[in-house]
């Protein structure tokens, strides 16, 4: 069983940069799958980014491809998301996810744990 807590979240100006974080509990992460969601008001939620936790395996949507960048860090169980060039459409509350497996998923439905979110506000 995972659990993921995320942070970071906040209002910026657009253009500025803000970087989330996701701490994760668990037995292992050495074949999971840790991703990205945001969902805005009166929207589905969507994929932003997934990494495999130890290997180098990415997938990113291209609305946020070339701005975003998720990353990890092994020793502090955490999944960060870069997020660069902020435009006001980025603003929803992002999730952290988390599937077994080292395949990066974009489909909701794969994930099987989920955070509870943080707000992402980008003003004009």
């Known amino acids: 069983q995972v659990q993921l807590v995320e942070s970071g979240g906040g209002l910026v100006q657009a253009g500025n940069s803000l970087k989330l974080s996701c701490a994760a509990a668990g037995r292992t992460f050495s074949s999971y799958t840790m991703a990205w969601f945001r969902q805005a008001p009166g929207k589905e939620r969507e994929f932003v980014a997934a990494r495999s936790w130890y290997a180098s395996n990415t997938a990113y949507a291209d609305s946020v491809k070339g701005r975003f960048t998720i990353s990890r860090d092994n020793a502090k169980n955490t999944v960060y998301l870069q997020m660069n060039s902020l435009k006001p459409e980025d603003t929803a509350v992002y999730y952290c996810?988390?599937?077994?497996?080292?395949?990066?998923?974009?489909?909701?439905?794969?994930?099987?744990?989920w955070g509870q979110g943080t707000q992402v506000t980008v003003s004009s």
């Open positions: 996810a988390s599937r077994t497996g080292t395949i990066p998923s974009a489909y909701k439905s794969d994930y099987g744990y």
